[in-house]
């Protein structure tokens, strides 16, 4: 390989590495938020990694499934991420926000440039909502956890989408979640296309935001 050739693959590498999304699990996760948003990202060749915050890498669900995380929190870098993505359930959101370091990262990232954010469930308001990084951003989250959305303009929907932030509010919306995620990465063309795969749509000229509330 010439040292031209050399550059551009090291080159594509660090782009991989850039454009890197994490997915985070904390004990007591709402397992088909989490797993829905990972085979739908990977299916629309979004490369993302499951997080463990605790120090294992298995993890129990809020509903007793156990799931293998592909790395730990204190083994990872998250150098320029380009999503942070949080699912819901309880205890999940709760142990998400009391994890120090995660709640350091969520605030860089939404201070970043170009890095976003995605939560669902209880994770919205439980999470990003009491580090009061939805301040004047539309929201929503889980009934009930609404007033936890400091600042927030609570919208009654299933998926929002407001500048950096993508939120769903609740289990049986955890695709739409997912693909508004694509739609946002990729966009909607491509979240069509994975939505199709998927059976989600009976048409292919389906315009992929009118599935999002």
Same mark, same amino acid.
């Given at each position: 390989?010439?040292?031209?050739?050399?550059?551009?693959?090291? +080159?594509? *590498? /660090?782009s =991989?590495?850039?454009?890197?999304?994490f997915?985070?699990l904390?004990?007591g996760?709402?397992?088909?938020?989490?797993?829905?948003?990972?085979?739908?990202?990977?299916?629309?060749?979004?490369?993302?990694?499951t997080?463990?915050?605790?120090?294992?890498?298995?993890?129990?669900?809020?509903?007793? *499934?156990?799931?293998?995380?592909?790395?730990?929190? !204190?083994?990872?870098?998250?150098?320029?991420?380009?999503?942070? /993505?949080?699912?819901? %359930?309880?205890?999940?959101?709760?142990?998400? $926000?009391?994890?120090?370091?995660? =709640?350091?990262?969520l605030?860089?990232?939404?201070?970043?440039?170009?890095?976003? /954010?995605?939560? *669902?469930?209880?994770?919205?308001? &439980?999470?990003?909502? =009491?580090?009061?990084?939805?301040?004047?951003?539309?929201? +929503?989250c $889980?009934?009930?956890?609404?007033?936890?959305?400091?600042?927030?303009?609570?919208?009654?929907?299933p998926?929002?989408v407001?500048r950096?932030?993508?939120?769903g509010?609740?289990?049986?919306?955890?695709?739409?979640?997912?693909?508004? *995620?694509?739609?946002?990465?990729? %966009?909607? +063309?491509?979240?069509?296309?994975?939505?199709?795969?998927?059976?989600? $749509?009976?048409? +292919?000229? &389906? !315009?992929?935001?009118? $599935?999002?509330?």
């Amino acid at each position: 390989m010439t040292n031209f050739g050399k550059d551009l693959h090291l +080159t594509h *590498i /660090i782009s =991989q590495i850039m454009n890197e999304s994490f997915l985070f699990l904390a004990e007591g996760f709402e397992e088909i938020e989490a797993l829905t948003a990972v085979d739908v990202l990977r299916r629309a060749e979004i490369p993302v990694k499951t997080v463990s915050i605790t120090s294992a890498l298995q993890v129990k669900g809020a509903h007793g *499934i156990t799931v293998t995380a592909d790395v730990l929190f !204190d083994n990872t870098l998250f150098t320029n991420a380009e999503w942070l /993505i949080l699912p819901g %359930g309880m205890p999940g959101a709760t142990n998400l $926000y009391n994890f120090a370091r995660l =709640q350091g990262l969520l605030r860089r990232q939404a201070t970043s440039s170009k890095g976003k /954010i995605a939560a *669902i469930c209880a994770a919205p308001a &439980v999470v990003l909502g =009491q580090l009061g990084l939805l301040e004047g951003h539309k929201a +929503t989250c $889980y009934p009930g956890f609404e007033g936890m959305l400091k600042g927030a303009e609570v919208v009654n929907a299933p998926v929002v989408v407001d500048r950096k932030f993508v939120l769903g509010n609740g289990p049986s919306n955890a695709l739409a979640w997912a693909l508004a *995620i694509v739609a946002e990465a990729k %966009g909607s +063309t491509v979240a069509t296309q994975v939505a199709n795969g998927m059976l989600l $749509y009976p048409k +292919t000229d &389906v !315009d992929v935001e009118n $599935y999002f509330g």
